[in-house]
């Protein structure tokens, strides 16, 4: 499976950006969908995740309420909306995929969770 992540760049706090992740190879239909992202020296940290069938979502603490992540099964390809903006959000935004269901949210947190990942899509974040 490919995965093809875009829509990131440079906008003001308190703005908007949606991301997309489109999924190429297999269909999407099989995998559990995350957004991770990675600050400039700091580890990659878990944004959202998305079960195969959209039945769980699970958001990091820094994220919930302003970030919708969703997905659409028959174009092949996940989104994460990115509301209310912050500078503290700016990093490289990264899409992956799982091949587990996790509704409990306990194990998507983790990069291992996820056996397949894009390229990253820059986010920047002006004060």
């Known amino acids: 499976v490919q995965l093809q992540a875009s829509g990131g760049g440079l906008v003001q706090a308190g703005g908007s950006l949606r991301l997309s992740c489109a999924v190429s190879?297999?269909?999407?239909?099989?995998?559990?969908m995350g957004w991770f992202r990675q600050a400039p020296g700091k580890e990659r940290e878990f944004v959202a995740a998305?079960?195969?069938?959209?039945?769980?979502?699970h958001y990091a603490d820094s994220v919930k309420g302003r970030f919708t992540i969703s997905r659409d099964n028959v174009n092949n390809t996940v989104y994460l909306q990115m509301d209310s903006l912050k500078p503290e959000d700016t990093a490289v935004y990264y899409c992956?995929?799982?091949?587990?269901?996790?509704?409990?949210?306990?194990?998507?947190?983790?990069?291992?969770?996820?056996?397949?990942w894009g390229q990253g899509t820059l986010v920047t974040v002006s004060s």
């Open positions: 190879g297999r269909t999407l239909s099989t995998y559990g």
């Open positions: 992956a995929a799982s091949l587990f269901a996790d509704y409990s949210g306990r194990y998507y947190p983790r990069p291992s969770a996820f056996g397949f």
């Open positions: 998305i079960t195969y069938n959209a039945a769980s979502t």
